[in-house]
């Protein structure tokens, strides 16, 4: 075996230097190569199309987005008015539902831990009307669980609509009284028309700025009851409580102030003399065509109600509702 000279020893190790670059390079690309190849085998991820928004569990039948959610003591208010106005319905809510419970007290027992009634208020009329379900000429309404009104920017009481619904909830669902129709209706109209004062609802004390209180002076009534029944002027109380009277459709402010002044003259006439009658009369339900159970005969109540309601539609308001003072 022949020894190899120097020259030769160096050549040989530059040969093997650059065959291990090369090596070394070709290993480099070939990664990169076989990257590029992994990464051109994957499959691409999977594109969904955006499908409509479902409705939320939390908002009303009919109803697809709310602006916010406000909880208080006893309500969830789903709400498309801006927040303060929606602060604002709260604290009226929350008020009616102290000055009702308190009212009721002795004909209501309430449960320990009650669900939280649900209100959805709509930021403004043509926003409820484009949702309204109820009859045509409705302003708001009430559909298990759920009641339905907006919040009226332009009026002085820009709350009374959600606190009739809210009463007639009130009945159905806390106090758990039977429903009579104009016994219902009467109820929500008068708690509905009653003053708040530093937070506080005061049962009676009207507020003039209130439906069907607007309406009162419209009456034209002549002081002739018989008279004012047959020009339609006046629903006789028989047929207002039997609901056989004339179409509601085309009588709703007539029916709505007599729902509310026979409520106010019961609760408040003669110092509050059939108070507690009427109240127990709304928890049973008892009360027949002929006359209310325990107060007094039909002709005799109406002839009262009458001039009393007389004093409603004649008087400036500020007096009516100094003399209303809570029973």
């Not at 758990?176 to 028309?193: L, N, R």
Request: charge should be neutral; glycine fraction near 6%.
């Amino acid at each position: 075996m022949t020894p190899h000279s120097p020259m030769q020893v160096g050549a040989i190790k530059t040969r093997v230097l650059i065959l291990l670059i090369a090596l070394i390079v070709c290993g480099v690309a070939g990664t990169v190569i076989l990257s590029h190849f992994m990464k051109a085998d994957r499959k691409p991820a999977a594109v969904t199309a955006t499908q409509p928004a479902a409705p939320r569990a939390d908002l009303p039948p009919g109803v697809q987005s709310a602006a916010l959610t406000l909880e208080t003591t006893h309500y969830v208010i789903v709400s498309n008015a801006t927040p303060e106005q929606t602060a604002l319905v709260a604290r009226a809510v929350e008020s009616l539902y102290d000055a009702y419970t308190t009212f009721f007290r002795n004909e209501i027992a309430l449960a320990p831990r009650p669900p939280k009634l649900k209100l959805m208020l709509f930021k403004d009329q043509a926003e409820f009307k484009a949702h309204n379900t109820s009859q045509p000429w409705a302003e708001a309404f009430y559909r298990v669980p759920w009641s339905y009104a907006y919040y009226d920017a332009a009026a002085k009481n820009p709350y009374h609509w959600m606190l009739h619904e809210a009463t007639h909830q009130l009945r159905n669902e806390v106090a758990h009284f039977p429903k009579v129709k104009w016994i219902d209706e009467g109820i929500a109209t008068y708690f509905s028309t009653s003053r708040i004062r530093d937070g506080k609802l005061i049962p009676g004390d009207v507020d003039p700025d209130t439906y069907p209180i607007w309406h009162l002076r419209g009456l034209a009534l002549t002081g002739d009851l018989q008279g004012d029944i047959r020009k339609g002027r006046i629903i006789p109380l028989h047929d207002l409580m039997a609901d056989t009277g004339p179409p509601v459709g085309q009588n709703v402010n007539l029916y709505y102030i007599e729902y509310w002044s026979l409520t106010h003259f019961l609760l408040h006439y003669g110092d509050g003399r059939y108070a507690s009658l009427f109240k127990r009369l709304a928890a049973s339900g008892d009360a027949t065509r002929d006359g209310l159970v325990g107060i007094e005969p039909m002709e005799s109540l109406q002839l009262k109600w009458f001039e009393y309601l007389q004093q409603a539609a004649s008087k400036n308001m500020e007096v009516f509702r100094v003399r209303a003072r809570p029973s």
